[in-house]
């Protein structure tokens, strides 16, 4: 085995050939998810402060990416964090989000978003259906229908 020697003075590469880098330049949005459960956590426990914030440093990790950018906006639609939004408007947002996401993390909060923007309204049966007809369904979409929706408890599998 020899010992090789490098020296460089001024400007410029001192490694000559082909080099190998890597940039990170993302998130996939199933980096996202813990971060996405602590924000998820903190709302469970009723503690809106901490998962405004939660939130927002969330928001800044998934800029680059469209697909973890989309899951954000979900979160934050699903978690009512965000400004005063229209029913409608919401619905739409998460709508188109869900018909072009091919991310299975973003599918299942978006359908978590829907079945809880539906609750109440004349849209809930084809929230219902959507959720029903997911086999098997995630478990973002799964606690919201349970949550929401279930009127009886299910037996173990």
């Known amino acids: 085995m020899s010992t090789i020697e490098q020296s460089h003075t001024g400007v410029g590469d001192n490694v000559a050939g082909d ?3 890597v940039q990170i330049k993302s998130l996939a949005p199933a980096d996202l998810i813990p971060p996405m459960d602590l924000v998820l956590e903190s709302l ?3 503690d809106n402060a901490t998962a405004k914030t939660q939130m927002d ?3 800044a990790m998934a800029q680059r990416d469209p697909e973890a950018a989309a899951l ?3 979160i934050s639609i699903y978690s009512g964090l965000v400004e005063a939004q229209d029913h409608d408007d919401a619905w739409k947002t998460v709508a188109k989000i869900i ?11 978006c359908l978590a978003a829907l079945l809880k923007l539906s609750s109440g309204t004349d ?5 219902r259906d959507l959720f029903e007809g997911k086999s098997p369904p995630g478990p973002y979409s799964q606690e ?8 009886k408890v299910l037996a173990p599998v």
């Open 19 to 21: 080099k190998i880098m």
């Open 44 to 46: 469970r426990k009723k």
């Open 57 to 59: 440093m969330l928001k």
């Open 72 to 74: 954000v906006e979900v």
């Open 99 to 109: 018909s072009t996401a091919s991310n299975h993390v973003v599918k299942d909060m």
């Open 123 to 127: 849209r809930e049966q084809a929230a």
């Open 144 to 151: 919201t229908y349970l949550r929401l929706y279930a009127d």
